[in-house]
């Protein structure tokens, strides 16, 4: 009797944690589908953009596909410690057939894509799709003592010769999956690619491999390596992307639509509540006395026509030419302090991932950039003149999925660096699909949420407050729409001030280790060496040593974000 009542226990407490799990694991977020706030707007028409499917040459086309049936979920390792989720597409369209499987993160709404394939060459021989030949199993979770939905198994596609496997397949049964439930495609119409964010890693506990996003390996406005939306294992690195072979940009918007999706998705960018250094637009910063200094000739500076007619085009960075603030203490003071009611943001439109998404660059200037603020343990300190440079560019950039026109993720610029941010993770302002940004206190860099970001490690960093105010940019009320090259040379009028490709201000012009030295004087000399290893990892244009450079110059004009 007693081993029963024991059994009995054992059972009841065992029922018990298993409907708590449940309960935790009916709470993830990934149990929610994410959607935009407001529906999709009906676009202007075009030639081929938001029209569902896109032609990639060679006999391929290819379509999104944002539906999936969930196959197999780990609830532990990965991030937040909340495990993830893997599926497989469905609802298809009618002659498109599965490229690769989908995973995410459980920390976050269901809210990704993964492309399908269509074969229309009519070619056996020479078929822009293929079934594998076999399947290779590159991992399995039976073993693995993690919480979990039963089992799953990770299947490479080994494909025929001549062709590409570009995701693998996720099963929750140990037999190979059927040879006709994913495709291969030609190894033309393939390209490099590499793996992007991590998806899942088991915890400390378990023993297995992890697993990564996929996107093309080189990218850029050039570039038509295609994302599939799929996943790699360090054991499956033969995995390949797509390609856009037939460098087709139709998928492109046109002007109109641009405006249409400006209107829809224009960001709101908040300033916080103390700030001193405001946007204003480069016509408003020009006529109000900016000045251009050539070397050699400091002495006689030039006053800058409103659209910078006068400045010196193309060329490079030599360091020959920079703008500055104006001479007189009183006009310097005053422009500093920038202008919000001028400010105007300049779009710069572009293909990326082969023409498959648009990116929108919105770019903001400010024309003076505030001293920084350090954090050291317990302690604030203001950092004198360290941070202030004359001149600052920063920028957000949409990515728009050119197959429907969604909103896919933004890209947050700060400093030298920046942030990709998932719509699933954003504020949006309203119930619009306008997402909500934050600009830093004096340095501007973007955020997709208020607070405090320590630039630093182990307490010790770059202060990065951001918090809303009544003072915001509204990107799309006041925009100038100024290079989109893929229209044509014809279509978009550069403005002068654009092809300026010098500095946008001077370089070093105070005493680093003076201010460096009064700083230290007021620190308790157990936060003296933490201070100057802070010190010594800033980069030069935080210390001021360099002007900084306009938007053309930026390594993401051409390329992608980081």
Same mark, same amino acid.
């Given at each position: ?28 977020? =990934?149990?929610?589908?994410? $959607? ?7 676009? @202007? ?10 032609? %990639?040459?060679?006999? %391929? ?14 609830y532990e390792g990965g991030d937040d410690d909340l495990g993830a989720s893997f599926f497989e597409p469905s609802q298809i369209p009618q002659g498109f057939f599965m490229l690769g499987s989908y995973g995410q993160p459980n920390n976050q709404k269901l809210f990704g894509w993964v492309l399908a394939g269509k074969d229309y ?10 079934? &594998?030949?076999?399947?290779t199993l590159v991992w399995k979770s039976e073993s693995e003592n993690i919480e979990k939905d039963g089992n799953g198994y990770f299947w490479l596609p080994v494909p025929p010769d001549g062709y590409g496997a570009v995701g693998l397949i996720v099963t929750n049964s140990p037999e190979k999956p059927p040879l006709d439930k ?15 964010? #991590?998806?899942?890693? &088991? ?35 033969? %995995? ?30 908040? %300033? ?5 250094? #405001? ?46 603030? &104006?001479?007189?203490?009183?006009? $310097? ?17 572009? &293909? ?15 024309? +003076? ?5 350090? !954090? ?51 504020? +949006? ?22 607070? #405090? ?44 001030? #654009? ?19 009064? =700083?230290? !004087?007021?620190? @308790?000399? =157990?936060?003296?060496?933490?201070? $100057?290893?802070?010190i010594n990892r800033l980069p030069n244009q935080v210390l001021g040593e360099e002007g900084p450079t306009g938007p053309k110059v930026k390594n993401n004009w051409d390329g992608d974000e980081l």
């Open positions: 009797m007693g081993n029963t009542v024991s059994a009995l226990t054992s059972c009841a407490r065992k029922q018990s944690t298993d409907d708590a799990d449940k309960e935790i694991m009916e709470a993830l977020p =990934i149990e929610t589908s994410f $959607k935009l706030p407001s529906p999709l707007p009906t676009w @202007p028409t075009g030639e081929g953009f938001a029209i569902g499917v896109i032609d %990639l040459g060679g006999g %391929l086309q290819v379509c999104q596909v944002s539906t999936f049936n969930k196959i197999w979920v780990s060459t009519n070619d056996a021989s020479n078929a822009a799709l293929k079934n &594998p030949i076999d399947y994913v495709q291969c495609v030609r190894s033309d119409l393939t390209d490099q690619c590499q793996t992007d964010a #991590l998806i899942w890693g &088991p915890s400390s506990d378990a023993t297995g491999t992890s697993f990564s996003s996929l996107r093309p390996s080189n990218r850029g406005t050039q570039a038509m390596g295609v994302n599939v939306g799929t996943f790699s294992s360090q054991n499956s690195s033969s %995995l390949t992307c797509l390609k856009n072979v037939k460098s087709n940009l139709s998928p492109m918007p046109n002007q109109s639509q641009i405006q249409a999706l400006i209107q829809a998705y224009s960001p709101l960018i908040y %300033l916080h509540p103390d700030e001193e250094y #405001l946007p204003s637009s480069v016509t408003w910063y020009f006529t109000n006395g900016a000045l251009l200094y050539h070397q050699g000739e400091e002495s006689n500076p030039v006053k800058i026509e409103p659209t910078g007619t006068n400045l010196p085009q193309g060329g490079s960075n030599d360091g020959t030419y920079w703008l500055d603030l &104006p001479v007189d203490e009183t006009a $310097k003071e005053f422009v500093k302090t920038g202008n919000l009611q001028s400010s105007q943001v300049y779009l710069h439109v572009k &293909p990326m991932l082969g023409a498959t998404f648009t990116d929108i660059a919105i770019w903001v200037f400010y024309p +003076f950039n505030g001293p920084a603020k350090a !954090k050291i343990k317990f302690i604030n300190i203001a950092l004198g003149k360290i941070g202030e440079h004359v001149g600052d560019w920063e920028h957000v950039t949409l990515r728009v999925s050119n197959f429907n026109g969604e909103l896919k993720s933004i890209f947050l610029a700060e400093h030298s660096g920046g942030t990709w941010v998932d719509t699933s993770q954003l504020e +949006f302002q309203s119930g619009s699909n306008k997402p909500v940004t934050y600009a830093s206190l004096h340095g501007h860099a973007m955020y997709a949420k208020p607070g #405090l970001v320590l630039e630093g490690s182990d307490g010790i960093g770059i202060r990065n407050d951001a918090d809303k105010s009544d003072m915001v940019i509204d990107t799309g009320s006041n925009y100038s729409l100024v290079a989109a090259d893929y229209l044509g040379s014809s279509a978009i009028v550069e403005p002068p001030w #654009l092809n300026y490709l010098r500095e946008w201000g001077p370089k070093l012009d105070y005493d680093i280790a003076e201010e460096i030295e009064k =700083i230290e !004087k007021v620190l @308790p000399w =157990i936060l003296k060496t933490a201070f $100057k290893k802070l």
